[in-house]
């Protein structure tokens, strides 16, 4: 894993659709969350966490997908 300086990128991710892992889609998504939780809007609160649910859940899938090849 290197610091690109912007975002931490996985040069040994097999993953080709997604060479950062779901990093970047966890980023976007705690943005919203965060911006959503300041606004007081509890229907985009909840579809970030959703969303961060799932990403986080591919994440871990992918950590794990990496450490059996």
């Known amino acids: 894993m290197i610091n690109s300086g912007k975002e931490w990128r996985f040069m040994d991710t097999p993953n080709r659709k997604y060479p950062d ?10 943005k919203e969350w ?12 909840k579809k970030a966490e959703e969303k961060l ?3 986080f859940g591919k994440q871990l899938e992918l950590k794990r997908n990496e450490k059996t090849i």
Not at 21 to 30: A, V
């Open 21 to 30: 892992g779901y990093l970047p889609k966890i980023s976007y998504w705690m």
């Open 34 to 45: 965060e911006t959503h939780s300041e606004d007081l809007n509890e229907k985009g609160m």
């Open 53 to 55: 649910m799932y990403f």
